[in-house]
């Protein structure tokens, strides 16, 4: 079974970190456009909004994706969360349809929905059958034109999203230290809010919040659609601009004004809680998405942590038996944000010994940099991980959006398998210089109360570690 | 792990939709076809199938090797889990380590976790590796190492993520402690990965006789699709796999486990807890149930899809939950049927309530035409999502041949969707539905507060979330 946090972790924006060509380890193979470009097309609606069609007929379904530029970073504090919020409210109701008469008209036709939200975006998924073209767009246009809120759907949604908040927050550890850990990062920028929102913000969000949000932020000059599937330009371009064209242009959003300040050491966050496992989150302080640097960041993170032959988790989970999981990932955003390590630790783990010798590592990936074979595994990963995404109406729909959105172009889509064959060992190595400082990274550690850990737990007949 | 977004629902209501096995476009409800492909039967017994279907140059895999947890031996649940997560820990003339590289320095993966009846192993490569791929696949089916070192490694790592879960996500655990107190010591009841106590009994001999007598071509079948040339292909694993022997042993027979009658309750103390984690179960129906397309309906409309029954009451109007679902689960015999949710702890009450009254709902009241052709629609339209990529129609192919069930199991799921009608949908309700007083519950949150309530739903039974079993101490 799947775990739920990884239900959460937006596998769409970590298409950023997933392209590259084929390569094998001893002899690149030459970086070539991918092909598909011409099946994409693209128009601006006369009020601002984008709108990129990839007709993909494989399969009778249509993928209607509509990304919107707001997520927790546009809040402020006393509403945090509420971007998050806001993104369940957009199902319930509008002055022409009764709260959740978009959902019923929707599965009724065949059709099935989502959507998500992070730091930086919020997004709307669809996937339906291409009978239900017709349908979708009218009942996307009416909740960007026409959104209403029922006071008692709204007490009744924040009761969902706190349910939410308990299951993957106060009940997980893992939530919670992330939380914790991001909320210590930034002393000024708003990715210290936690995207689910604090406790007493989510009690406390009014009718007037959500109205003032919906009118600043859900503009169709600050949205972009995605059509993917059995569905030609012609068709895709001709209903937005019957349903989403008349929807009228906003002035936009204010940009976020904030910019965190340099950091000037270490950080350092423990939090104690019932724990079998400690954990040890780091996290670095780091380069925007659209940042140059950031292909050689994505390569980086996985030499250091995909899969059982990277280095981290062959080094702490295999030989030094520190460990029982390593991840990492570089969360790329709008704003300078952050290079993730997460460690889990087994029962009764020395937490000081594992930093010791992660720092080791880290300071050796600095000083010596990487390998030619690391370097040749990571864009291969990379390069099967892109081609995956591009077999699905889904994936195309996702990395459409997170290359039009956040670098600027969908078109890039088409270069990142080049971008990322030219990622030198130099330029692994300059980023782990520019990622890995002391002086810019926070640490969190979550472990059991001193006297919790000093009791017999019921454990069963292995050895803990010492 | 990471955090970025936060979605409107959760898995499990998606994951509804994903149980139901077959495909259709809304447009032509006759027209999902099983794409073209070989199959062939070496003469050890190794059943082969190859699926040509270039979109990306990509090459996916899906197999099995029957036995699974069913073959464990007595009172030692896991051993087929570490076998199956051992097979590509040092094989053939590679370390651990060499293994995972050459897989992961071509941009391939490899998979493999044991199920109640089968191990299964699953994998793609870029098409230009099918070589590697195939002498990879072979080791690891064929010649796994289990050194001593990597088997203790492996196994004290598997009980740490028993903990680690108990620490971050207890709701994951809910079918293990359900599945044992429903199905007891028939093999459905038995925890398939093992639990912390179960998985530190286990010796490395274990592992090796298990590979030993159940690891034979005649209970394996390997199905490969994607961006193939089915010629090749069939020659390069002709020579892989002819010297694969058969199989030693023979696998024990599995038996219907009866259906629970009256209800009990299981509550696994987790102090602290915020909220409380619940399933409630009975025994399903197996996966050639001849009601399946009316039932795949009626579960549709019950727990399956955002706007189910259970969701709407659970969520849509209470706002009590995050999210509430339910599932059949299908096997050789039937599985379980189960429903699944959490609340607040104070409203544990309220919300376990509000889910048996759904289950009377739809046990004494006539579903509506309108309701009945919703589900219809929706099923037929997200079907064609699940049969999409090469990977798709491996794992597919692999199941039918699997259960032994005809590509009609496929291709007359969606005419036979499309005949369903109220009469059957009532009958499938009757008999496949569990009464809401034959229900086996647990509740996995803070004791203290919910004990009392909980004695109001049948008989309860007390053990700690942090005790290294599924089931309660044996007295």
Same mark, same amino acid.
């Given at each position: 079974?799947?775990?739920?946090?990884?239900?959460?972790?937006?596998?769409?924006?970590?298409?950023?970190?997933?392209?590259?060509?084929?390569?094998?380890?001893?002899?690149?193979?030459?970086?070539?456009?991918?092909?598909?470009?011409?099946?994409?097309?693209?128009?601006?609606?006369?009020?601002?909004?984008?709108?990129?069609?990839?007709?993909?007929?494989?399969?009778?379904?249509?993928?209607?994706?509509?990304?919107?530029?707001?997520?927790?970073?546009?809040?402020?504090?006393?509403?945090?969360?509420?971007?998050?919020?806001?993104?369940?409210?957009?199902?319930?109701?509008?002055?022409?349809?009764?709260?959740?008469?978009?959902?019923?008209?929707?599965?009724?036709?065949?059709?099935?929905?989502?959507?998500?939200?992070? *730091?930086?975006?919020?997004?709307?998924?669809?996937?339906?059958?291409?009978?239900?073209?017709?349908?979708?767009?009218?009942?996307?246009?009416?909740?960007?034109?026409?959104?209403?809120?029922?006071?008692?759907?709204?007490?009744?949604?924040?009761?969902?999203?706190?349910?939410?908040?308990?299951?993957?927050?106060?009940?997980?550890?893992?939530?919670?230290?992330?939380?914790?850990?991001?909320?210590?990062?930034?002393?000024?920028?708003?990715?210290?809010?936690?995207?689910?929102?604090?406790?007493?913000?989510?009690?406390?969000?009014?009718?007037? *919040?959500?109205?003032?949000?919906?009118?600043?932020?859900?503009?169709?000059?600050?949205?972009?659609?995605?059509?993917?599937?059995?569905?030609?330009?012609?068709?895709?371009?001709?209903?937005?601009?019957?349903?989403?064209?008349?929807?009228?242009?906003?002035?936009?959003?204010?940009?976020?004004?904030?910019?965190?300040?340099?950091?000037?050491?270490?950080?350092?966050?423990?939090?104690?809680?019932?724990?079998?496992?400690?954990?040890?989150?780091?996290?670095?302080?780091?380069?925007?998405?659209?940042?140059?640097?950031?292909?050689?960041?994505?390569?980086?993170?996985?030499?250091?942590?995909?899969?059982?032959?990277?280095?981290?988790?062959?080094?702490?989970?295999?030989?030094?038996?520190?460990?029982?999981?390593?991840?990492?990932?570089?969360?790329?955003?709008?704003?300078?944000?952050?290079?993730?390590?997460?460690?889990?630790?087994?029962?009764?783990?020395?937490?000081?010994?594992?930093?010791?010798?992660?720092?080791?590592?880290?300071?050796?990936?600095?000083?010596?940099?990487?390998?030619?074979?690391?370097?040749?595994?990571?864009?291969?990963?990379?390069?099967?991980?892109?081609?995956?995404?591009?077999?699905?109406?889904?994936?195309?729909?996702?990395?459409?959006?997170?290359?039009?959105?956040?670098?600027?172009?969908?078109?890039?889509?088409?270069?990142?398998?080049?971008?990322?064959?030219?990622?030198?060992?130099?330029?692994?190595?300059?980023?782990?210089?520019?990622?890995?400082?002391?002086?810019?990274?926070?640490?969190?550690?979550?472990?059991?109360?001193?006297?919790?850990?000093?009791?017999?737990?019921?454990?069963?007949?292995?050895?803990?570690?010492? | 792990?990471?955090?970025?977004?936060?979605?409107?629902? /959760?898995?499990?209501?998606?994951?509804?939709?994903?149980?139901?096995?077959?495909?259709?476009?809304?447009?032509?409800?006759?027209?999902?076809?099983?794409?073209?492909?070989?199959?062939?039967?070496?003469?050890?017994?190794?059943?082969?199938?190859?699926?040509?279907?270039?979109?990306?140059?990509?090459?996916?895999? /899906?197999?099995?090797?029957?036995?699974?947890?069913?073959?464990?031996?007595?009172?030692?649940?896991?051993?087929?889990?570490?076998?199956?997560?051992?097979?590509?820990?040092?094989?053939?003339?590679? /370390?651990?380590?060499?293994?995972?590289?050459?897989?992961?320095?071509?941009?391939?993966?490899?998979?493999?976790?044991?199920?109640?009846?089968?191990?299964?192993?699953?994998?793609?490569?870029?098409?230009?590796?099918?070589?590697?791929?195939?002498?990879?696949?072979?080791?690891?089916?064929?010649?796994?190492?289990?050194?001593?070192?990597?088997?203790?490694?492996?196994?004290?790592?598997?009980?740490?993520?028993?903990?680690?879960?108990?620490?971050? *996500?207890?709701?994951?655990?809910?079918?293990?402690?359900?599945?044992?107190?429903?199905?007891?010591?028939?093999?459905?009841?038995?925890?398939?990965?093992?639990?912390?106590? /179960?998985?530190?009994?286990?010796?490395?001999?274990?592992?090796?006789?298990?590979?030993?007598?159940?690891?034979?071509?005649?209970?394996?079948?390997?199905?490969?699709?994607?961006?193939?040339?089915?010629?090749?292909?069939?020659?390069?694993?002709?020579?892989?796999?002819?010297?694969?022997?058969?199989?030693?042993?023979?696998?024990?027979?599995?038996?219907?486990?009866?259906?629970?009658?009256?209800?009990?309750?299981?509550?696994?103390?987790?102090?602290?807890?915020?909220?409380?984690?619940?399933?409630?179960?009975?025994?399903?129906?197996?996966?050639?149930?001849?009601?399946?397309?009316?039932?795949?309906?009626?579960?549709?409309?019950?727990?399956?899809?955002?706007?189910?029954?259970?969701?709407?009451?659970?969520?849509?109007?209470?706002?009590?939950?995050?999210?509430?679902?339910?599932?059949?689960?299908?096997?050789?015999?039937?599985?379980?049927?189960?429903?699944?949710?959490?609340?607040?702890?104070?409203?544990?009450?309220?919300?376990?309530?509000?889910?048996?009254?759904?289950?009377?709902?739809?046990?004494?009241?006539?579903?509506?035409?309108?309701?009945?052709?919703?589900?219809?629609?929706?099923?037929?339209?997200?079907?064609?999502?699940?049969?999409?990529?090469?990977?798709?129609?491996?794992?597919?192919?692999?199941?039918?041949?699997?259960?032994?069930?005809?590509?009609?199991?496929?291709?007359?799921?969606?005419?036979?969707?499309?005949?369903?009608?109220?009469?059957?949908?009532?009958?499938?309700?009757?008999?496949?539905?569990?009464?809401?007083?034959?229900?086996?519950?647990?509740?996995?949150?803070?004791?203290?507060?919910?004990?009392?309530?909980?004695?109001?739903?049948?008989?309860?039974?007390?053990?700690?979330?942090?005790?290294?079993?599924?089931?309660?101490?044996?007295?």
């Amino acid at each position: 079974m799947s775990r739920v946090s990884w239900v959460a972790s937006g596998c769409l924006l970590w298409s950023l970190a997933v392209a590259g060509v084929a390569a094998t380890p001893a002899k690149p193979a030459p970086a070539t456009r991918v092909p598909g470009a011409d099946q994409v097309h693209a128009t601006t609606l006369s009020n601002g909004m984008k709108v990129i069609v990839w007709t993909d007929r494989d399969i009778p379904n249509v993928a209607l994706y509509n990304w919107v530029r707001v997520g927790s970073r546009n809040e402020v504090p006393g509403i945090t969360g509420l971007a998050h919020f806001f993104e369940h409210m957009m199902f319930n109701g509008t002055s022409k349809r009764q709260p959740g008469e978009f959902d019923r008209q929707m599965e009724a036709q065949g059709g099935a929905n989502n959507a998500f939200t992070s *730091d930086n975006v919020t997004v709307y998924q669809d996937w339906v059958p291409r009978s239900a073209l017709d349908l979708v767009f009218d009942l996307e246009a009416d909740r960007l034109a026409n959104l209403s809120f029922d006071p008692k759907v709204i007490e009744s949604e924040r009761g969902v999203v706190y349910s939410e908040r308990r299951l993957r927050t106060e009940d997980s550890n893992e939530g919670f230290l992330f939380e914790q850990v991001q909320a210590t990062a930034f002393v000024a920028h708003p990715y210290q809010f936690p995207t689910i929102g604090w406790p007493a913000d989510i009690q406390g969000w009014k009718i007037e *919040d959500l109205q003032s949000f919906f009118k600043t932020y859900y503009a169709p000059n600050n949205c972009t659609l995605i059509l993917v599937g059995d569905v030609s330009a012609e068709e895709g371009f001709a209903l937005a601009k019957r349903y989403l064209e008349p929807i009228p242009r906003q002035a936009p959003p204010p940009p976020v004004r904030t910019v965190e300040p340099e950091q000037l050491g270490e950080k350092r966050v423990y939090v104690e809680r019932n724990a079998l496992t400690p954990l040890m989150y780091l996290a670095y302080k780091s380069p925007a998405a659209n940042d140059p640097q950031g292909p050689a960041i994505n390569l980086l993170v996985s030499i250091l942590t995909e899969g059982d032959s990277s280095r981290l988790h062959r080094l702490l989970v295999e030989e030094k038996k520190l460990a029982i999981e390593v991840g990492g990932s570089f969360q790329e955003g709008f704003d300078p944000g952050l290079t993730w390590l997460t460690l889990t630790l087994p029962e009764g783990a020395d937490v000081a010994a594992v930093e010791k010798v992660l720092d080791d590592a880290l300071a050796q990936v600095v000083s010596q940099g990487v390998t030619d074979a690391e370097l040749a595994r990571a864009k291969n990963l990379y390069a099967s991980t892109f081609w995956k995404q591009l077999a699905t109406i889904n994936g195309k729909a996702s990395l459409l959006g997170s290359f039009e959105v956040f670098e600027g172009d969908y078109q890039k889509l088409f270069d990142s398998p080049a971008t990322y064959e030219r990622v030198t060992r130099e330029d692994v190595q300059k980023a782990a210089a520019l990622v890995f400082q002391k002086n810019h990274r926070t640490v969190g550690v979550l472990t059991a109360p001193a006297e919790e850990a000093a009791a017999p737990q019921a454990a069963p007949a292995t050895e803990a570690a010492p | 792990m990471n955090r970025l977004a936060w979605l409107r629902r /959760s898995a499990a209501i998606l994951a509804g939709a994903l149980i139901m096995n077959a495909a259709l476009a809304a447009d032509a409800p006759v027209g999902v076809k099983i794409p073209a492909h070989q199959r062939f039967v070496l003469p050890n017994g190794l059943t082969i199938l190859l699926v040509p279907k270039k979109e990306v140059p990509l090459i996916a895999f /899906s197999g099995f090797v029957r036995g699974g947890a069913l073959a464990d031996p007595a009172g030692k649940p896991g051993v087929a889990s570490l076998v199956a997560g051992l097979l590509d820990r040092g094989a053939g003339k590679r /370390s651990a380590f060499e293994f995972a590289d050459a897989v992961e320095g071509v941009g391939g993966s490899f998979n493999a976790s044991a199920g109640a009846e089968s191990i299964s192993v699953s994998g793609q490569f870029l098409a230009r590796d099918r070589a590697l791929m195939i002498e990879l696949l072979a080791d690891a089916l064929m010649r796994p190492r289990f050194d001593a070192d990597e088997f203790a490694k492996y196994r004290d790592r598997e009980i740490e993520f028993i903990k680690s879960a108990k620490d971050s *996500d207890p709701s994951q655990l809910l079918p293990e402690y359900g599945r044992a107190m429903l199905f007891g010591s028939h093999p459905y009841g038995r925890p398939q990965g093992g639990s912390e106590r /179960s998985l530190a009994a286990i010796t490395q001999s274990d592992v090796v006789s298990y590979h030993a007598a159940n690891f034979g071509a005649d209970r394996a079948t390997l199905v490969f699709a994607g961006d193939l040339d089915p010629k090749w292909m069939k020659q390069a694993l002709t020579q892989a796999f002819r010297g694969w022997a058969k199989s030693k042993s023979t696998l024990p027979r599995l038996e219907a486990a009866p259906r629970a009658s009256g209800r009990r309750v299981l509550l696994v103390d987790a102090p602290g807890s915020v909220q409380t984690y619940f399933w409630l179960g009975n025994v399903g129906v197996d996966k050639r149930y001849s009601g399946r397309p009316a039932l795949d309906l009626v579960n549709t409309l019950y727990g399956g899809r955002f706007t189910s029954i259970l969701n709407t009451e659970l969520r849509i109007k209470s706002g009590l939950s995050y999210g509430a679902s339910s599932v059949f689960v299908r096997g050789t015999v039937p599985g379980q049927f189960e429903i699944h949710s959490f609340t607040q702890t104070e409203n544990t009450g309220k919300a376990l309530d509000l889910t048996l009254e759904t289950l009377d709902k739809l046990k004494h009241d006539a579903l509506e035409p309108a309701m009945l052709e919703s589900a219809r629609a929706y099923v037929l339209g997200q079907y064609p999502l699940r049969l999409e990529t090469a990977a798709h129609w491996a794992s597919t192919l692999a199941d039918l041949e699997f259960y032994g069930l005809g590509k009609d199991y496929i291709e007359g799921y969606g005419p036979a969707l499309t005949r369903v009608d109220l009469a059957e949908t009532a009958a499938v309700t009757a008999d496949a539905f569990p009464r809401s007083t034959d229900l086996q519950i647990v509740l996995i949150g803070d004791a203290s507060k919910i004990r009392d309530m909980a004695a109001k739903y049948g008989p309860v039974t007390e053990m700690k979330l942090s005790q290294p079993d599924f089931v309660p101490a044996q007295k």
